[in-house]
C-alpha cells in the first residue's frame, strides 16, 4: 500500500518503504511511458499488474494520468491496497512542472501540490535506477548520451520514454529500457508497458513486454509481447 505522500526527494510513498525497497534482495517494478491521457487504460494496467510490484515508475507525457490515478487510489480502498509502496515519475515534453491533487481529509477536499521532477533517482533492491523521458537525452537518435549518463550518476539501470516504441539493452552489469507507450505506439508497434525484476547484486535483469487490448467484454486485456534485445 502506498502512503501516497510526496517526500523530498519527489517519489511518492512513506519514508519508510523508500528505503525498505532500496534494502530487498529481489524486486520487481512496473514501467509505463507516454499514456497521453488513457487513465482508463492506466489504471486497468495498474488493477492487473501492481499488487505483485515493489515499485511503479513513469516515464512522462502523462504525469497528470498518473496522479489522476493515485488522486482514484485516495478514495478507492482496493485500488490504495495493490497500489506498490512507492510511486516515482519525471516529467516529459508534454508535461507542467507541477499539479494539484484533490485528496479527502477530515471529510474536507484539499488540494495536495506535486512537483513533477526532470529526473529521478530510485534506490532498489541494491541498485540504482536512473528515470528521464529521453528528449533531453537524444534519444530519437539513439541511447549513447543515456549510457554516459549511466555511468556518470552510478546508475545500474535507465528507463526513459519519448520515442513511443519498447526498447532495452544490457551493457555489462547495466540495463537501458523503454516500455513504449500504452497509447500512441509508433515503429510499427502495438500499445506497450514493461515489467522488470531483478534479485540484488549483478545478476541478469528479467524484462517482460506486454501489449494491451480491448476486451470483448468490455475493459482491457493483456498479453505477453516479444520485443528483441538491442
Known sequence: MNALIQQSSLLVGSNEEIERIEKLNSCCILAVSDTHGAVKELEAILRAFCADCDAFVFMGDGVSDVLACLERAAQDEELLEILPPVVAFVRGNGDADSYFVNRIENDNIVQIAMQVPDRQMLKIAGRNLLIVHGH????????????????????????F????????????????????????????????????????ETERYHTEFFTIKNSIFGGFSFEPLRIQMN
Do not use: C, K
Open 136 to 159: 533531453r537525452h537524444g534519444v530519437d537518435l539513439g541511447t549513447e548520451t543515456l549510457t554516459a549518463a549511466v555511468e556518470a550518476m552510478d546508475a545500474d539501470i535507465v528507463f
Open 161 to 200: 520514454g519519448h520515442t513511443h516504441r519498447p526498447f532495452f539493452e544490457e551493457i555489462n552489469a547495466s540495463l537501458i529500457l523503454n516500455p513504449g507507450s500504452i497509447s500512441r505506439p509508433r515503429g510499427g508497434f502495438p500499445p506497450s508497458f514493461a515489467v522488470v525484476s531483478f534479485p540484488g
